[in-house]
T-cell receptor
Framework: KQEVTQIPAALSVPEGENLVLNCSFT??????LQWFRQDPGKGLTSLLL?????REQTSGRLNASLDKSSGRSTLYIAASQPGDSATYLC???????????FGAGTRLTVKP | DTAVSQTPKYLVTQMGNDKSIKCEQN?????MYWYKQDSKKFLKIMFS???????INETVPNRFSPKSPDKAHLNLHINSLELGDSAVYFC????????????????FGAGSRLTVL
């Protein structure tokens, strides 16, 4: 059964730093991998989706990569801002199980 | 306009009661889901429906019963509430099933925080 792991569980950085969030998964039979942002008391917002045939996707200061063979994805955030503070979750669209499997998330705090 | 809306946003109730959470999406999506987020923030799928048909039913107590009157609505009814049911429940929708698309972006509702006393 697909398991999704995110490291670190929490991260605190000063404003302006570049940072990387990690996501690993056990079953490479996926259609895609998504990164979400969750703000306290709110729902999830989809940030980036990488299809299984792609290696990376970029949106503004965010860049997500996917290496299916090693079961890894990273989310790179450039020039972090306090407004980036949130929990970031990765999830993959697992066609063996026909659902999405989420990691536990990385709680990011960007200090001014 | 809200794409996926859940009601109520907050629900506080006593053990043993029966309650419902409603979800509606106006995106024209075919698939809807219920996820439970526990105290450790881990999201677990509970149910998914595609065109009103139950697709996924994870190991969830049968006190939980989803109902999809049409493909734009997926309601969650919970009988005989227990303390362990306290969590945030998220509704989501996507255009279609994972097996039919490689670009299956999920849109989430804002969540419904259930507290059982």
């Amino acid at each position: 059964k697909q398991e999704v792991t995110q490291i670190p569980a929490a991260l605190s950085v000063p404003e302006g730093e570049n940072l990387v969030l990690n996501c690993s998964f056990t079953d490479s039979a996926i259609y895609n991998l998504q990164w979400f942002r969750q703000d306290p008391g709110k729902g999830l917002t989809s940030l980036l989706l990488i299809q299984s045939s792609q290696r990376e996707q970029t949106s503004g200061r965010l860049n997500a990569s996917l290496d299916k063979s090693s079961g890894r994805s990273t989310l790179y955030i450039a020039a972090s801002q306090p407004g980036d503070s949130a929990t970031y979750l990765c999830a993959n669209d697992d066609y063996n199980n026909n659902d999405m499997r989420f990691g536990a998330g990385t709680r990011l705090t960007v200090k001014p | 306009d809200t794409a996926v809306s859940q009601t109520p946003k907050y629900l506080v109730t006593q053990m043993g009661n029966d309650k419902s959470i409603k979800c509606e999406q106006n995106l024209g999506h075919d698939t809807m889901y219920w996820y439970k987020q526990d105290s450790k923030k881990f999201l677990k799928i509970m149910f998914s429906y595609n065109n009103k048909e139950l697709i996924i039913n994870e190991t969830v107590p049968n006190r939980f019963s989803p109902k999809s009157p049409d493909k734009a609505h997926l309601n969650l009814h919970i009988n005989s509430l227990e303390l362990g049911d306290s969590a945030v429940y998220f509704c989501a929708s996507s255009q279609d099933l994972a097996t039919t698309s490689g670009a299956n972006v999920l849109t989430f509702g804002a969540g419904s925080r259930l507290t059982v006393l």
